[in-house]
């Protein structure tokens, strides 16, 4: 058993998720206040620790009107248990999990680090050898009371999701402008596939502007 995965990003028109200096603001206001509300129905909230180091996000609900409760769990896909000690996704706004790989365990518990965020209260999940095991990871997240996850990216971690048919739905926000660049991050990155018959198919079930931004929204064709 697993969570129902909502995958959610913003992109520029060219299809990136960020600049390739890693400037990543690309919503309009009613998209962010559009996102805060998926993240309020959502028990969950995961992102990989690329996007924990670049962009340092918070995680809550805080662009709408909301309740701490309405907080997400924070999950961070981090192998290496490299999460900064002072990462904002690590504060006491809410639930914090750090998922990281069986390879690094023993040295990462040896380490101050390890025990300043245990004593916050953050939980660690470990899984896979050198690199999490998404579909551990699921599982787990689902024993722990996981029903809805919002995936927020970044371009590697939504690639391995959908690789592992751990996606069931994807929302995109289009924004009306070209950034280029080819080391900027695109929606999915990772290896990719090699020819088109690999290709996960989608089918549309939404469409509609909001503001300047354009919104899809696609149920995954998973087998
Ligand atoms: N526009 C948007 O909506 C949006 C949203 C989110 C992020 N972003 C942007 O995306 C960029 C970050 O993306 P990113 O690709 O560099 O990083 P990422 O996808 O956030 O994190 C990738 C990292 O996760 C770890 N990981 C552990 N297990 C994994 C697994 N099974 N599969 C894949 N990754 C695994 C790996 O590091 P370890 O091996 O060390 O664990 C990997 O390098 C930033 O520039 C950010 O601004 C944009």
Redesign the pocket.
């Known amino acids: 058993m697993r969570p129902y995965v909502i995958l ?4 520029t028109l060219d299809g990136k ?2 600049t390739a200096t ?1 400037s ?1 603001n ?2 309009g206001k009613k998209d962010l206040e559009r996102v805060h509300q998926i993240r309020k129905e959502c028990d969950a909230i995961m ?6 180091i ?2 340092d996000p918070r995680l809550t609900v805080h662009k709408i009107d909301a309740d701490p409760e309405d907080n997400p769990v924070r999950v961070v ?4 248990c ?1 999460t900064p000690v002072d990462a904002r996704i690590t504060n006491n706004d809410a639930k914090t999990i750090i ?1 990281g ?1 069986n390879e690094y365990k023993e040295d990462f518990m040896a380490t101050d680090t390890y025990e300043t965020l245990k004593e916050r209260g953050v939980k660690f999940f470990f899984s ?1 050898d ?5 579909k551990a990871l699921m599982n787990y997240l689902h024993e722990e009371g996981i029903e809805k996850l919002m995936l ?10 959908i690789k592992a048919g751990l996606i069931d739905e994807i929302s995109i926000c289009i924004a009306p402008m070209i950034v280029g660049g080819a080391n900027a ?1 695109t929606f999915f ?2 290896e990719g596939f090699d020819t088109m018959d690999e290709a996960v198919r989608l089918e549309l079930t939404d469409s509609y502007t909001l503001d300047k931004d354009l919104i899809l929204t696609y149920k995954v064709l998973n087998d």
């Not at 959610?8 to 992109?11: D, H, K, R």
């Not at 992102?47 to 924990?52: D, L, P, W």
């Not at 927020?152 to 999701?161: H, K, V």
């Open positions: 959610n990003s913003a992109m998720i960020a890693g990543s690309i919503s992102v990989g620790i690329g996007t924990v670049a962009d896909v981090d192998s290496r490299r998922a790989a896979g050198k690199r999490v095991d998404l927020e990216g970044g371009a590697t971690l939504n690639f391995s999701m991050k990155d990772g």
